[in-house]
């Protein structure tokens, strides 16, 4: 089963400074993978993807890094801004599946100024 | 930018009563998803819903649950029977066909609150 809980692990960074936010997932089979974002009462916002091919993808300020060998994703935000502070999460897609997401517990990094 | 709108923004109900929550999907997108976030915990996936069918649901959508796309634009689910377990935030997405398999732009609402008491 999925563990779950109420507190999420926390990040804090300084303006300016790069942030990695780590996850682990649970699905050998997962093909597909996604980091999102969500401000304080919104819903999850789409930040980037990689294919289970791939072991690096990169954005505007965002890099995604997998490593299936331990099944570990990151996500590397670069001069964090005040507007990153969120929670993110990550997200993992079965190989057979029709999109159904399996979402992480969620990191919440705060940028302080 | 095109969004996806849900209604009520919240929702308080009795236990056991009937509760229908709204989406507006963005309009050329052709999959569509429920999914909730109990508070403080991970966001789940309820069901998936394609060419006017179920493509995929998880045990969490029993049979109280149902979907329905009544017409050209909404997107709903009904919870039949509302249980204290129920309290949730539900979040309506959708994606277009574009991108086929991979795309990764599911487009979350804002999410309706439901609190049953």
């Known amino acids: 089963g999925e563990s779950v809980g109420l507190h999420l692990p926390t990040l804090s960074v300084q303006e300016g400074d790069n942030s990695i936010i780590n996850c682990a997932y649970s699905?050998?089979?997962?093909?597909?993978f996604i980091w999102y974002k969500q401000e304080s009462g919104k819903g999850p916002q789409f930040i980037i993807d990689?294919?289970?091919?791939?072991d690096k993808r990169q954005g505007q300020r965002v890099t995604v890094l997998l490593n299936k060998t331990v099944k570990h994703l990151s996500l590397q935000i670069a001069a964090t801004q005040p507007g990153d502070s969120a929670v993110y999460f990550c997200?993992?897609?079965?190989?057979?599946?029709?999109?159904?997401?399996?979402f992480g517990s969620g990191t919440r990094l705060l940028v302080r100024p | 930018e095109p969004e996806v709108t849900q209604t009520p923004s919240h929702q308080v109900t009795q236990m056991g009563q009937e509760v229908i929550l709204r989406c507006v999907p963005i309009?050329?997108?052709?999959?569509f998803y429920w999914y909730r976030q109990i508070l403080g915990q991970k966001v789940e996936f309820l069901v998936s819903?394609?060419?006017?069918?179920?493509?995929?649901k998880s045990e969490i959508f029993d049979d109280q649950f149902s979907v329905e796309r009544p017409d050209g634009s909404n997107f709903t689910l009904k919870i039949r029977s509302t249980k204290l377990e129920d309290s949730a935030m539900y979040f309506c997405?959708?994606?277009?066909?574009?991108?086929?398999?991979?795309?990764?732009?599911?487009?979350f609402g804002e999410g309706s609150r439901l609190t049953v008491l």
């Open positions: 997200a993992e897609r079965a190989r057979d599946s029709s999109y159904k997401l399996i």
């Open positions: 997405a959708s994606r277009s066909i574009a991108g086929g398999h991979y795309t990764g732009e599911l487009f």
């Open positions: 699905n050998s089979a997962s093909d597909y």
């Open positions: 819903f394609y060419n006017n069918e179920i493509s995929e």
């Open positions: 309009s050329n997108h052709l999959y």
């Open positions: 990689i294919r289970s091919n791939m």
